[in-house]
């Protein structure tokens, strides 16, 4: 028997036939090419394509944008399967659950229609550079500068850890339009990555996530049109960020439980196909043990994760309760998963494993997003 999960009170016939459209696209279109993505630190570009053509794309941007018309529950579907498919390489949640939001709520009427309908062709890759070679969390003190120079801004500057940075086709680029106004000097603006000046760097070599393509990104006088800034004015940039956070958060703690159960159904079926001294390993107290800890560690997770996605439906989610999700669901996977390599002995460290390669891609979970260090700090100025 596999871990019992039960159907979330979000979901709808509607949301499960998605599942299963997803699914399938995953069984068929990324699974088979985990080893060869990650031996090129990167999925095939064509792959945004075809996922745009069944529809996987922009899946909670308005139809009037080309996108799917759906919810941040169709989101949780389609990267709860792609979790559970073993999936680590396609960037697909930071296109579609961060950087088509930042377009659709904070650039013009014009530049949604422009941009929108490409994200959900596949056309567009979308990608968000926040952190810089000297700067992570501590987005006040960004030193990339985007002066207005007449009807555009010229930017310079570098971005590092960038997903889907090479192939992206946009970057929303978090700038400094004021180096002496602190957070009120943070603005956003999208570039075009066939502008001038624009050049990639390395595709980073993690620990984790290898088929991702995480990359540095350089931006060498980039001239681009005053009208991509996102939002009304300059310095909008820091709140922008702080409002939108919260769903990146989120979607996180989504992988980070559906990856959880996948570990563990993972290492139920191999405790009990694998034997030692004549019986097999769940057959030990000490494996029915690590697992029933394990299964329900993740009955709470998905429990608390449920509750906040349907808060955040409402659009009721707060600051504190999605850094209480993403804080306590990638502690307790990265927890959980440790264990379950354990079980699997000596094989448990062998990469051909699936085990292994979760092992090594949870890790970041702790850290990009917020780490779990500023997750507390947030936490704790509400108490």
């Known amino acids: 028997m596999a871990l019992q999960i039960h159907r979330s009170s ?14 399938t696209f995953f069984a068929k279109e990324l699974v088979p090419h985990q080893e060869r993505w990650a031996q090129a630190k990167m999925v095939d570009r064509e792959l945004w394509n075809k996922a745009g053509e069944v529809g996987l794309l922009a899946l909670s941007i308005p139809e009037e944008y080309g996108g799917g018309g759906g919810t941040f529950a169709h989101e949780t579907v389609l990267y709860e399967e792609q979790a ?100 009120q000097g943070v603005s956003l603006i999208a570039v075009e990555t066939t502008t001038p000046g624009f050049r990639r760097g390395r595709v980073l070599d993690k620990i984790g996530l290898k088929g991702q393509d995480t990359a540095e990104l350089f931006f060498d006088d980039v001239r681009v049109p005053a009208a991509n800034l996102l939002g009304d004015a300059e310095g909008q940039g820091f709140i922008q960020l702080m409002q939108q956070l919260p769903q990146e958060r989120l979607l996180i703690a989504v992988t980070s439980v559906a990856g959880m159960e996948a570990a563990i159904n993972l290492t139920i079926d191999y405790t009990k196909e694998r034997t030692a001294f004549g019986r097999p390993i769940f057959g ?42 993403k804080l306590w669901t990638t502690e307790r996977i990265n927890k959980v998963v440790d264990d379950c390599l354990q079980l699997f002995g000596g094989y448990g460290y062998m990469n051909e494993y699936p085990i292994a390669r979760a092992w090594a891609d949870v890790r970041i979970s702790r850290i990009f997003g917020g780490t779990s260090e500023i997750m507390k700090e947030i936490i704790s100025r509400t108490l």
């Open 84 to 183: 559970r498919s073993g999936d680590s390489a396609w960037g697909v949640s930071v296109h579609n659950g961060i950087v088509a939001h930042y377009i659709l709520q904070y650039a013009s009427e014009a530049k949604k229609r422009e941009w929108l309908p490409k994200f959900a062709s596949g056309e567009i890759v979308g990608a968000i550079a926040m952190t810089e070679p000297g700067t992570g969390s501590d987005l006040q003190s960004i030193a990339t500068r985007a002066v207005r120079d007449g009807d555009e801004y010229v930017i310079n500057g570098a971005k590092t850890f960038i997903t889907n940075g090479w192939h992206a086709d946009l970057v929303i680029v978090a700038v400094k339009t004021d180096p002496d106004a602190g957070a």
């Open 10 to 23: 979000w979901s709808s016939t509607e949301l499960e036939d998605l599942r299963e459209l997803a699914k």
């Open 284 to 325: 030990f107290q000490n494996t029915k043990f690590k697992l029933a800890e394990a299964a329900t560690e993740a009955a709470v997770a998905r429990a608390f994760l449920d509750q906040c996605i349907e808060r955040h439906l409402r659009g009721e989610l707060d600051v504190q309760g999605a850094a209480m999700a």
